[in-house]
């Protein structure tokens, strides 16, 4: 059956997380309710990983398995096979159906092993900090404010810790998680953007339970002045939770993209950075 | 008495507009109500011009006649003048009590004869269009979605006839404003960001009634091949309403900024572009 993947993106306040849960409303169930109008039959939808209740996506990837545009004649798509066109017919129509705080960017075809977790090769995350004592009407669903300024040197310095291979068992919630700790981090970067808005971008391969939460409530400590880059090496090493920071607020939190191998590097195509 | 501006921000969506309408929520009803908590005394906020309905901005500017800090015992601020620490200490008290759909961003002592309506310069908004098929979850609030593609150059080529000094009667709405409709429009740039996120940039000394959204309803006219550049400049000739488009929706526009003449130009010395 063809497999195709979803490029996604959603306003975390409003859905408890992405993963299935009864009885809430989650981005797995938003997106399976609109696969059973469009494909009148129940569609699994899988992520590519889970984000917490709260937290935002602007390129989260999902996959499912469809029936043949031919077995669909109520979709009113012309096209018998899934090219462009009728693929983003397809988004279209989802689009029609889930509500306005989640939206279907892009719809490919993939081949029948891809596959939206176990194919993805690299995360990225952002964090985004308002880093002034005046809090903005414009950027408080999207940023923690943190009034007392923050020192961005040791920061960066207690960041570059965070690099390479290391196990975040310190930095991970207490959990059924039971993936392993061992994470390779490719990206720890802080961003001084305008008037102290700030942006904490990290890439891993794997990300542990609010990994991502925790390592910025650890920065911003840093920042404070509460705790020295020393101590982040001596989390990651030491492996207990209660050496790292508190987990910060989720709504800061925006998963960024999905990276896949090249071959399955579908999404560049169309959505390449243009400047006029 | 002494006089302070302060520089706000609001998120449109849940005001009805800035200026004071009996028995709705705008901004200058909240930034009263906010004055009469503090001030324990009626205080009239002096906008800079009005927004409408649905309209957002980033540095609306404000003016209000205050007491001297030594007859408000109650606010408990140590210092008897307006500081710069005691104004941003009213800043953030004003921050506590006002919602968070509206913020103030920084207060200033300003002479006494300024004013923020009648000595600007220049004011300059921005309305954000995302040009294409698949909407998105994180930009709807701030976003007009046009699905069909625009065409740049031609909408480029009919925005530069609009810079100068002309008469705007065919680009405002039938209403009661009676200002003049003489506008200097001395930047009308589109900016084409990245993924179809086109942002239109005008600044000019004075906006008659609804004019920036009914030049964008009109230039997405001609970026759907609907009129040619030509018919702006007819427009503008002969001053009638019908020769110009339909009026763009409220929610894609911001109120960016504020110019006052050099002497005024308080906010920059601390809101200046720092990049790291």
New interface residues.
């Given amino acids: 059956v063809p497999r195709i993947a979803l490029l996604?993106?959603?306003?975390g306040k409003k859905f408890r997380g992405s993963q299935y849960q009864e009885g809430v409303r989650t981005v797995q169930q938003e997106l399976e309710g609109a696969f059973q109008i469009l494909f009148k039959q129940f569609t699994r939808a899988h992520l590519s990983g889970r984000t917490d209740s709260g937290v935002?996506a602007?390129g989260q990837v999902a996959h499912c398995d469809v029936p043949e545009l031919a077995a669909m004649p109520w979709l009113k798509i012309k096209s018998e096979s899934f090219d462009d066109d009728s693929l983003?017919e397809l988004?279209?129509k989802m689009?029609g159906i889930i509500g306005?705080?989640?939206?279907?960017?892009?719809i490919q075809l993939v081949p029948e092993d891809f596959h939206a977790r176990r194919s993805a090769v690299t995360r990225q995350y952002v964090y985004r900090i308002l880093n002034r004592?005046?809090?903005?009407?414009?950027l408080?669903d999207t940023y923690l404010n943190v009034y007392r300024p923050l020192d961005?040197e040791a920061m960066r310095l207690a960041a570059s810790k965070l690099l390479g291979r290391h196990d975040f068992t310190a930095f991970r919630s207490t959990s059924t998680d039971r993936s392993t700790p061992i994470c390779s981090v490719s990206r720890c970067e802080i961003l001084?953007?305008?008037?102290g808005e700030l942006e904490f971008w990290i890439a891993a391969d794997h990300f542990v339970y609010n990994m991502v939460r925790i390592i910025v409530g650890t920065l911003i400590e840093v920042g404070l002045g509460k705790r020295d880059a020393e101590s982040i090496s001596q989390a990651l090493e030491r492996g207990e939770r209660n050496l790292a920071g508190p987990t910060a607020p989720p709504w800061g939190l925006t998963l960024d993209s999905v990276f896949y191998p090249e071959a399955l590097r579908l999404w560049e195509q169309k959505?390449q950075?243009?400047?006029?």
């Fill in positions: 996604i993106e959603y306003a935002s602007r983003a988004a279209w689009n306005r705080d989640l939206a279907v960017a892009q004592r005046q809090r903005s009407a414009l408080e961005l001084n953007l305008r008037e959505f950075e243009k400047r006029q």
